[in-house]
């Protein structure tokens, strides 16, 4: 089993930038592929970003040039870097783990509670 809990969730005016912070326990951090997702109101649940053991990463059109993933195994917890935030960033951000490196939601087996990204124009 992971646990994982996300933070770093917050209000930024348009242009601004966050860090998402997600903390994992429990099996070995550094065997899961990781990724983040998001849930806008009334939208489906989407891909944002993903990196793999290694630290290769991947992301959506949308955010390419201006989100970051990274991943600091000594400390089990996956990072999000948004700069230039837009208005259509407002979501709730998920983390995720899983054993397959993916952007479909059903390949990652392990899930946080979410945090609030709200960017006002």
């Known amino acids: 089993q992971v646990q994982l809990v996300e933070s770093g969730g917050g209000l930024v005016q348009a242009g601004g930038s966050l860090r998402l912070s997600c903390a994992a326990s429990g099996r070995t951090f550094s065997n899961y592929n990781m990724g983040w997702f998001r849930q806008a109101p009334g939208k489906e649940r989407e891909f944002v970003a993903g990196i793999q053991r290694d630290g290769s990463s991947y992301y959506r059109e949308s955010v390419k040039g201006r989100f970051t993933i990274s991943r600091d195994n000594a400390k089990s917890t996956v990072y999000l870097q948004m700069n230039s935030l837009k208005p259509e960033d407002t979501a709730v951000y998920y983390c995720?783990?899983?054993?397959?490196?993916?952007?479909?939601?059903?390949?990652?087996?392990?899930w946080g509670q979410g945090t609030q990204v709200t960017v006002s124009s």
């Open positions: 995720a783990a899983g054993s397959l490196a993916s952007i479909r939601r059903t390949s990652y087996a392990y």
